[in-house]
């Protein structure tokens, strides 16, 4: 017998289905399997102390406000936090510009309330990030592709793929997730030209941008965006603060975000991923109506973890520097990490398998013969106590199956080395057995 | 000029738009005006030092697991405790039965997203919560209603509802959002009946239950659905602790729910609305399915938060009493401010107002005589430094104009006495202008 429930379900719940990296996180569970899978950063590096330290600080001073209702658009002090931090990216934005979210995932799922429609086109990269393809599939978004490679999106591949007429552009610019990869400035200043061409607007997803472990920082897309606009328009913001025509938008009359690109980040890979604290930038327009639109989904995100987050960030006794120090920290933590996994994959990977190299972030993105079929090698990865996501995940057309990301932040140096030792052995096997026409993998030509 | 993204909002969002409840918790920063506005429970009663000294355990002890991501479902302990919390209330649920949420409001968007199409008609009590015409409305919902009167909805008006086909009847039974009116057992008995007759499920939203100032608690429609059906098959579960016929859905083999009646509650007004910690208790099927669809709105509900409500309603001196001794707190305070706007009401409104007298809860519902609006009775009272709700808010069709809500949980009985005559004489006043022809008012005959 069955519910009620069962034959009322809603169309769109066609569409979706539970994530290979859920389920994978459940394998983390199990001490015995060295998981690759998941997104999460090492717990070895949370500040739990000054975090302690700053629960202790808010319940004692404003405990009343931390445990009451509060604004749907976020705790006032913390937006403006946000919006000097963001200054220092050369992201000119006011705190009207931002709006606090649960995780970035919730924002994702904001724009696709705001902006999508049932049948609607959304350019992503290929692979892309599977929690937006999760979110945006709730709206029954279609998806356009354009393949990524070393230095992100192929521009020289777009104009086509705009032709199609996107809604908009999901880009990754940092660090890719899952690919691993940085889109280069040459590639950013060609993104945006055609955005401006063809007018595509972006939605630019920027978890990862402050952990790079080496080279030098790239002008974040919406950065770039407002220079373009200002050069074109010959000077930049006019008398009164504004960028030429467009109306006021804040109370110091000053409209600070040209708009054509949709910023996001998070304190998940900074701070800790259990508050659920993220935010968008973005013209006000567009922030009142995703205010609307969350007002309906949570009322608000908790304000408990938005104030300890704010003091966290400016309360301790290193001021307004603690952040700064603490990505220090999480930079070499996790640099070793990703140098030991590099080496570890020189060593124990057989020929014929690729991977990419990143400068930052949590990720890299194996590629493996194209004989072998990645959901297949998971399960035996699994049976040899070792797990990571199957390329297929991250494709909204589901190829990719001959690629597999793997996280780098989670296991210690020793666990890595362990682990890749195992996934070399089983990947060798794979290709034994197929290349012994044992019919275990999944031929694909 | 305006952004790109202004002509690329979604179809849904003509159907959205900012609550009045969210302008309303504007004022209410003003110290000037009593605000009877918002449903915000009093600050005095917030357990802080509770909160303080529980996430400083929690910290100390599982800090790195509070600051991790962790399950889309929640926290398993929680969802235990929960789950043996409904049993006390005869709710027969196993934790796979429990979803936690960010705050009910997610609740209702979650099940929103999961069963409700474009078109869909929901039943509804009139007036009903805003939150849930809110969240609804997002996917483009249509409504059907019922009226309310002092003993919940009318049931004799609902048979003819239930014939023009809605997906589901969402009832708040208990101290109703806005009436403030609690549905009688009988009542309770018929519209299970109508329920099952029809075969229209029904969503109970039961944020107040616990505060109940005076009399007998009732039992919950999801209980009384659940004996109505083990009644009809001559005994309750099989030998198996199944319901007849009901494949087992969790590890123990135990399928707890029939799953006519989806149940919700929430942390938010006997713990701290502040964390957003609410519950859905379902069939294991409509868990799942809601399940994936939070998992693209926002991963998981805040870790720590989940933490930090366990280990107060767990781990401190009283151990598992706490709640239940500091629910006793809550209902002493909010007794007294109910008994202190009533007493006030009673000296200062004037003939021909009526409103309800609620057994618990934090609202009530003032009906003004047909020639007022209390939309424009607002700007009055605002001007006298007092706030409310106007009624048209509740009523998904725009009616309800001579109505309004007034909250009794968050002024002090100081303040509530003061702010009740102010509108008091607003009220006379604009009674007064109304009968001298003053066409400051909106006449609806």
């Not at 899952?178 to 030209?193: A, D, F, N, Q, Y």
């Not at 608000?300 to 520097?321: F, K, R, S, V």
């Not at 020189?346 to 190299?357: C, D, I, N």
């Amino acid at each position: 017998m069955t519910t009620p429930w069962n034959h009322r379900c809603a169309q769109r719940m066609q569409s979706m289905k539970g994530s290979a990296i859920r389920e994978l996180l459940k394998l983390t569970e199990n001490p015995d399997i060295i998981s690759f899978g998941g997104g999460m950063p090492a717990p070895e590096v949370f500040p739990v102390e000054a975090f302690r330290a700053a629960a202790d600080r808010v319940l004692a001073k404003q405990g009343k406000l931390a445990l009451q209702y509060s604004a749907t658009e976020g705790y006032r002090p913390l937006r403006e936090w946000i919006a000097r931090k963001m200054a220092q990216y050369g992201i000119e934005s006011a705190p009207e510009n931002v709006l606090i979210t649960s995780g970035s995932q919730q924002a994702l799922d904001l724009l696709g309330k705001v902006l999508i429609n049932p049948g609607d086109l959304i350019l992503t990269e290929k692979p892309t990030y599977l929690g937006a393809l999760q979110a945006w599939r709730a709206y029954q978004a279609e998806f356009a592709t354009v393949p990524i490679d070393n230095n992100g999106i192929q521009v020289d591949l777009l104009e086509e793929a705009l032709t199609s007429g996107p809604k908009f552009m999901y880009i990754l610019p940092n660090f890719h997730n899952p690919g691993g990869v940085t889109l280069s400035l040459e590639r950013r200043h060609k993104l945006i030209e055609f955005s401006d061409r063809y007018g595509i607007p972006i939605i630019e997803d920027d978890p990862y941008g402050e952990l790079r472990y080496e080279g030098e920082h790239i002008p974040p897309l919406v950065v770039l965006d407002a220079e373009r606009f200002k050069n074109r328009h010959g000077r930049g913001v006019d008398d009164n603060g504004y960028f030429d025509g467009i109306a006021p938008t804040n109370g110091n009359g000053r409209a600070y975000m040209r708009g054509n690109v949709i910023y996001l980040s998070t304190f998940s890979k900074t701070l800790a991923p259990g508050l659920r604290l993220a935010w968008i930038v973005a013209p006000v327009e567009v922030i009142h109506r995703c205010t609307v639109a969350k007002q309906g989904m949570d009322l608000h995100t908790a304000t408990m973890n938005q104030l300890i987050a704010h003091e966290i960030l400016t309360g301790g006794e290193e001021g307004d520097d603690f952040l700064k120090g603490h990505v220090r920290l999480i930079r070499e933590v996790y640099r070793e990490r990703r140098d030991t996994m590099l080496d570890a994959m020189e060593r124990y990977f057989p020929e014929g398998v690729s991977w990419t190299s990143p400068t930052g972030g949590l990720f890299l993105w194996v590629t493996l013969p194209e004989f072998l079929d990645s959901t297949e090698l998971l399960k035996m990865a699994i049976e040899h106590k070792v797990a990571f996501v199957p390329g297929d995940a991250f494709h909204p057309h589901g190829d990719g199956h001959n690629s597999l990301r793997l996280n780098f932040s989670y296991c210690n140096p020793e666990k890595i080395n362990t682990g890749i030792q195992r996934l070399g052995k089983v990947i060798e096997q794979a290709i034994e057995e197929q290349s012994a026409g044992t019919p275990v993998l999944h031929t694909a030509f």
